[in-house]
């Protein structure tokens, strides 16, 4: 039989539940609120959690978010609800609730989905992505010792010109094997010590300063307090100047608190040479994951990630990456997809050729290479893979030419063959 977690803030639901599910033989547990269901599970591991909606102190949507952003969804959770809607049960399920329940709950109803979800096998959590997964960068391994050498002497961790994927990638790997996480800018719910004492030696993280609301700020200050009684690490990013914090309202003793140690993440901008390492490590990454289905990047679409101007820095490279892997129709990424993919708003063209200012950042040899793939590439589309056609544009006999491409590295495919 199983250990069952019944959520309710009615007495006369989590009594009637108790007494169905114990007469079926299994063991029950009962909470009346979020924070007795937070104790609970940390104390109990259950096989199964009922989880009411709507609750006093924090929703049961909210606290499903949080057991989600922690990685503590290792049991099957059915939400209850009296008044529940379709979107609701919409937003549960795709957080990671498996069934839903409206109140009032018909035994043969609640007996079945009891059943059901018991046999429901919760997906292993999948690995988070840390700076680990880039050994072979110099520029990502130099970031990881710089945050870690950080972190070993302050409880509270800047990080300057980031916000999102990779900010969680710096948080994630300052995180100790099987210690809490808590996401405090995913909940909008008030912080409490019940919830930084099961979050003790873990990590408090907030993907984006400038994001957080007025009762997330006071969350915040709540949690500077008292990071050293729970032995807590926050990290905290800013994609912005905290001057703008301040602009915005915000405390100014507070800021001066977050600003006191921080690591700036490096500029892509001035590292191009080190972008394709990092695309095909993220990409690997991802399909180890089950996120992408399995893709490689030609050398040409590498090229094409070396060249590109990354306005929009880190979060701009790892979206492109999982979209790339998404949206390619073959298994080798091509130099074709990435213009597609990184076409800019308002482009007309996306096979226009690359803006050639990187280039001058590269040794002789590199750039000369970079700029004939360039060139090959922008007559190979243009002349649709006509090899006669290609060959009179660049002025090179057929057989330099095919040698030429192949020293490239440029995968002609079909374009290889002869079209009139």
Known sequence: MAQILVVDDEIGIRELLSEILADEGHTVWVAEHAAAARRIRGEKRPDLVLLDIWMPDTD????????????LLTMPVVMMSGHGTIDTAV??????????????????????????????????QKPPLTLDAFARSPLLKDLRKRLEQAAAKTPVLLLKSASGSIAEICARTLQAPQTPWLDLSASSAPLTQDMLHDAAGGILFISDLAQLGKLQQMNLVFALERLEKNNLQLVAASARPLAELAEAGWDGALIARLGEVWVALPQLAGHADEVPEIAALVLTHLAERGDVPLRHFSSSALNALRMHQWRGEWAELLAAVKNLALSAL?????AEDVARVLQRDGEADAGAPMPALPLFNQPLREAREAFERLYFEHHLKGERGNMTR??????????????????LGLNLGRRGEERE
């Open 60 to 71: 049961g949507i909210s606290l499903l978010k949080e057991w989600s952003a922690a990685g």
């Open 91 to 124: 937003e549960a399920t795709r957080i990671g609730a498996i069934d839903f329940l409206e109140k009032p709950i018909a035994l043969q109803k609640l007996l079945a989905t009891v059943k059901k979800a018991l046999k429901h096998e919760t997906a292993p």
């Open 330 to 334: 073959e298994d080798e990424i091509s």
């Open 390 to 407: 290609v060959a009179e544009r660049t002025g090179l006999e057929r057989t330099h030419l095919y040698r030429k491409l192949k020293q």
